[in-house]
C-alpha cells in the first residue's frame, strides 16, 4: 500500500487485514472523519486520457470565460468545468471504480447512484477560497449529525504537492473553528479521496507555475437530488456502459446519438 506523501496518514489508523485496508474499514472512516484516501491510485495511463481529454475542455472553458463574462468562476484563477460522461471520461476504471464502490456502498447503500461529473482548476495565482460545504445540511434547523448520504469522489490529475494549490480539509463534522488546521490532499496523479458534500473545505493558493486540475464525481442516496449539472451523455455512450455503469447512472439524461 502507498499512501504517497504527506496528508493522507490517516490510513495508518485504518482497521487492516493481511491485504490491506478493507472497504468496511474505509468506509468507517469516511462516515466518521467526512473523507477518507484510497489505499490504490488509478492506473497512470487511464490519468494520462484523462488529463488529455480534459485539458481541451478546460482551455475551451477558459477562453469562454472572458473578463467581461464573468472571468473565472470560482473565485481568482480557478476554474469549476463540467465534465461530459463519454470517452475517456465514462471509463469504468472511473465510474465504476471497484474499489470506490465496495466504500460507498457500505455509506450510501447498494442502489447509490452517480448525479455529478465537474472539475475543479486552480491557476497559478489561484488565492484562498472560502471555507465552505458543497452540500447544505438537509435539515438546517435541526442540529443533528445525519449518516452520510452524498459522497464526492476527487481524483488528482497531476501530481499535487503543497505548492500546487491543494483542497485543504477540516475533519470531522460540524464548521471548523476560527485557526482550525486543515488538512491538505496531497497525493500522485490518480489518488483517490472520497469526502462527503458536508465537510467543511477550501481550495488554497496555487504557488506553482501550473495548474492543478482534478475530477469531482458525486455519488449519493437515490432520493438525493444535487440540483447542478445533472449528467448528460448521448445513448450510443449509455448503451456502451456496463449494467452496472447504466444502474448508476440512470437519472442521467440521455441524449440521441451522434
Ligand atoms: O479543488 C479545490 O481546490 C476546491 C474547489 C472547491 O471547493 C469549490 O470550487 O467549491
Redesign the pocket.
Known amino acids: 500500500m502507498d499512501p504517497g506523501p504527506g496528508g493522507v496518514s490517516k490510513l495508518a489508523h485504518l482497521p487492516t487485514a493481511a491485504s490491506g485496508p478493507t472497504a468496511e474499514g474505509l468506509a468507517a472512516v469516511l462516515a466518521a472523519e467526512g473523507w477518507v484516501v484510497l489505499p490504490e491510485r488509478l492506473p497512470i495511463e487511464l490519468v494520462s486520457a484523462l488529463r488529455e481529454g480534459f485539458l481541451p475542455l478546460l482551455e475551451r472553458h477558459v477562453s469562454e470565460r472572458q473578463p467581461h463574462e464573468g472571468g473565472p468562476n ?2 481568482v484563477e ?1 476554474y ?1 468545468v463540467f465534465v461530459p460522461f463519454r470517452p475517456p471520461f465514462d471509463d469504468p476504471r472511473l465510474v465504476e471504480n471497484p474499489m470506490v464502490l465496495d466504500v460507498l456502498e457500505n455509506v450510501l447503500g447498494p442502489d447509490l447512484e452517480c448525479s455529478y461529473f465537474g472539475s ?1 482548476t ?1 491557476f497559478p495565482g489561484a488565492e484562498f ?1 472560502p471555507v ?1 460545504q ?1 452540500g447544505e445540511p438537509l435539515f438546517p434547523e435541526w442540529n443533528a449529525h445525519l449518516p452520510p448520504y452524498a459522497v464526492i469522489l476527487n481524483v488528482c490529475l497531476v501530481d499535487v504537492d503543497r505548492h500546487r ?3 485543504e480539509l477540516f475533519p470531522g463534522p460540524g464548521e471548523p473553528p476560527p485557526g482550525a488546521d486543515p488538512v491538505p490532499f496531497l497525493g500522485p496523479a490518480g489518488t483517490l479521496l472520497l469526502r462527503d458534500i458536508r465537510l467543511w ?4 493558493p496555487n504557488r506553482s507555475d501550473r495548474a492543478r486540475p ?1 475530477l469531482s464525481l458525486l455519488y449519493n442516496r437515490p432520493w438525493f437530488r444535487f440540483g447542478i449539472g445533472r449528467p448528460t451523455m448521448n445513448r450510443s455512450h449509455y448503451e456502451a456502459l456496463s449494467q452496472r455503469g447504466r444502474t448508476l447512472l440512470r437519472n442521467a439524461c440521455v441524449t440521441p446519438a451522434g
Request: net charge positive; hydrophobic share 10%.
Open positions: 470560482r473565485g480557478r469549476g475543479d486552480p477560497q465552505h458543497d494549490g491543494p483542497l473545505h477550501r481550495g488554497s482534478m
